[in-house]
């Protein structure tokens, strides 16, 4: 059987809560650096973990790509300890305040350059923009398929797999020939977590810094002047209300919600 | 492309029947075109579509697209996206809203980078400006924000619109729509992705989003020993359970059908109860519309209590047994 390069794309997000979710072996400890308030989005782990097992199960390498300002390093470190054999960090002024179609754009000149790929995947959507877009933009540009909310993966050949893909109580399984562009969803698998030897293996390992000058890209497709989407403006919601508070023993407020509900005509009457 | 003309509104169907989000497009799109004074265009891919096609008419599209074969009985990412792509530059349509359903927004960033133009995700709300741009309005930037998502330059103006925000119009029996047959060349031989089946899963409970009432449970439930405590209330007033995000990371409730807001469900009950919900925006953006909010939260300071009619600064395991055994008294 073939060996398969994937590529995995994280997404570096700004939520430090999740910081606390992973359990991680007092150890490895020395890798959470305070101040930096960047983390592994939960889907772009699901993304890596099945990678990782492709890996296992077929051979061949993981390599994981993630466009992001300087401090992106630390979530392309964790995932090296957790398994990846190689990382690229995409970093650049010119890349900045990019939409989904230019982050795709940059995500896909990355990946052209590491050559033979086979899988690319990616979560279904990252924490903090959850537009779930860049998916299947990385794919048009680099002209392959692209399957999102993706439950379950199945190698059925050299070239070609077959997937189940989510939707609204229900799903659409397809098969699909390599390479192809996957967008994963919560369900596909259990995250592993980080071990002792992955400290070990990451210190072998270093993490490759491409700016625009190592990529082949078109400057008019870059970052907030490449994008075509802009911020018009930003307005705040109004979602005021009255907030009538109810105070008293519990059988009491009970008593009073219960009949200014009635009032308000969403209960009905006794 | 530099201009275009028309509101298109992409029409999913599964299983041959037109989806609700579908006709919820023909509605907000209807506005947009009243807006621009511009043409409501659908356009429907599918396999028999006849009565379909009859359907969009008299739920107010002026034109329908309509591509029929069989390679797009089911949804299927290469073909949908070749089509779509094909017919945008052949018809260029100034405006294209797709639903925010799970094909919807599989379908849609693929054709927007086919046709190199900006994509708006999942509004909740749309307007035009001065010029007759499209204006989507995304909330986010994590505070209590909406931001005004504009395309400045390209055509087709494209945005996703999430499932349940915006109303259909009545029916209009016996409306009809011109009908332009799109030919599809494709064949499955020139694509890459094959599909070899479906399945539908059976509805156990009442969808949350078309529930009366809604009792929804947030991180403060604590555990999943307390959550049958959200259940039970939602049971003494035959409503829906919900959640926010938490809940569902942490198992206690599905994130597919349950979680309420931004990123899930959107929902519109007479009454919704939080337990244990601090206010997000995230997810009071999917209950605002609901007619009567009330809030159960320990900490008097949240959030949630200057977006709720009635508040209770209470730990809710004091409060809903009173409140259930209350109910009792009305629902015999
Ligand atoms: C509130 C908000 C609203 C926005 N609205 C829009 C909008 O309407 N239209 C628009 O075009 N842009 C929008 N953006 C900008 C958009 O979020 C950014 O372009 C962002 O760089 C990528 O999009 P995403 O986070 O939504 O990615 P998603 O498409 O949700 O991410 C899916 C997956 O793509 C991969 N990925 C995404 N970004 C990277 C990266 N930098 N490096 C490596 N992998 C990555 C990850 O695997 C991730 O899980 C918005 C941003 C915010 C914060
Ligand atoms: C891009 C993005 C999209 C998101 N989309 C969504 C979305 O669609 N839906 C969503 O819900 N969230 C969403 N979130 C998450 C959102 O920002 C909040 O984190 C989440 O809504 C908070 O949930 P919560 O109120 O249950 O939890 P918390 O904020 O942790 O609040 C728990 C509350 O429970 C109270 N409490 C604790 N114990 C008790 C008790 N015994 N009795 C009464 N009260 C108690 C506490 O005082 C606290 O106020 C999104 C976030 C991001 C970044």
């Keep these: 059987m073939k060996e398969l390069h994937s590529v995995v794309c994280i997404k570096p997000v700004p939520d430090q809560r999740f910081w606390d979710k992973i359990s991680l072996d007092p150890k490895t400890q020395t890798l959470r ?59 650049d002024r010119a890349f900045a305040g990019a939409d989904t179609l230019a982050t795709a754009y940059v995500l896909a000149s990355g990946i052209k350059k590491l050559g033979d790929v086979d899988l690319v995947f990616l979560g279904n959507e990252s924490l903090d923009g959850s537009t779930g877009q860049v998916g299947p933009q990385v794919a048009e540009f680099l002209g392959m398929s692209h399957l999102t909310h993706i439950t379950k993966i199945d190698l059925t050949g050299d070239n070609k797999l077959e997937a189940k893909f989510r939707i609204e109580f229900g799903s659409i399984d397809v098969e699909v020939k390599t390479p192809v562009v996957i967008a994963v969803d919560k369900e596909i698998n259990e995250p592993r977590l980080a071990n ?72 009905p009457e006794a | ?97 797709v639903g925010a359903s799970n094909i919807g927004s599989d379908l849609a960033p693929r054709v927007a980078a086919k046709v190199n133009t900006g994509l708006s995700a999942h509004c909740i709300g749309f307007d035009v400006d001065e010029h007759g741009k499209l204006l989507g309005k995304v909330p986010g930037f994590g505070g209590a924000v909406m931001a005004d998502i504009i395309c400045p330059e390209d055509y087709p103006q494209m945005a996703t619109a999430r499932p349940g925000f915006f109303q259909k119009l009545e029916r209009v029996e016996g409306r009809k729509a011109d009908v332009v047959k799109v030919e599809v060349k494709l064949r499955q031989e020139d694509i890459n ?15 949350v989003e078309s529930a009366d009432v809604v ?19 939602a ?48 997810h009071l953006v999917g209950i605002q519309d609901s007619k009567v909010i009330v809030a159960i939260n320990k900490d008097s300071k949240a959030p949630i209590f200057e977006a709720a009619d009635y508040g209770i600064a209470a730990d809710f395991r004091q409060i809903v047994p009173s409140l259930i055994e209350e109910l009792k008294s009305i629902t015999g």
């Design chain 1, 33 to 91: 650096r305070a101040g930096i308030p960047v983390a592994l989005g939960p889907l772009d782990l699901n993304a890596l973990e099945e990678a990782l097992r492709i890996k296992e199960s077929r051979g061949g390498k993981v390599t994981v790509v993630s466009m992001g300002p300087p401090g992106t390093e630390e979530i392309l470190e964790w995932a090296i300890v957790l398994g990846a054999d190689e990382a690229v960090l995409l970093s």
């Design chain 1, 196 to 267: 002792i030897w992955g400290a070990v293996w990451a210190q072998e390992r270093k993490i490759n810094c491409w700016s625009i000058n190592d990529v082949e890209v078109d400057r008019d497709k870059l970052g907030l002047s490449g994008s075509p989407t802009q911020v018009a403006g930003v307005t705040t919601i109004e979602l005021k209300r009255k907030g009538e508070m109810l105070t008293g023993e519990p059988a009491d407020i009970a008593r009073q919600l219960v009949k200014k509900l009635q009032t308000d005509k969403v209960l």
């Design chain 2, 1 to 97: 492309m530099k201009e275009g003309k028309g509101v298109w509104v992409f029409i999913e169907q599964r299983g041959g029947k037109v989806s609700e989000v579908g006709l919820e497009l023909l509605g907000i799109g209807r506005e947009l075109a009243g807006k621009v004074n511009e043409k409501l265009e659908a356009v429907l891919f599918g396999y028999q579509t006849g009565s379909m096609v009859d359907e969009l008419g008299a739920y107010g599209a002026d034109t329908v697209y309509v591509a029929d074969d069989p390679l797009l009985e089911v949804y299927n990412s290469d073909a949908y996206a070749v089509l779509m792509q094909e017919l945008i530059e052949q018809y260029k349509p100034g405006m294209m809203i």
């Design chain 2, 193 to 207: 992705i094959k599909v070899l089946g479906t399945s539908k899963e059976e509805l156990t409970a009442r969808p």
């Design chain 2, 215 to 233: 009792v929804a449970g947030g991180f403060g439930i604590g555990g999943e020993e307390n959550w049958k405590l959200v259940e039970e209330l």
């Design chain 2, 235 to 282: 049971d003494a007033l035959n409503g829906s359970v919900g959640a926010t995000r938490p809940p569902c990371d942490e198992g206690w409730a599905d994130l597919e059908s349950q979680m309420i807001g931004q990123s899930g469900k959107t929902v519109r009950p007479s009454l919704y109860i939080g337990l244990g919900v601090s206010g997000a925006v995230h």
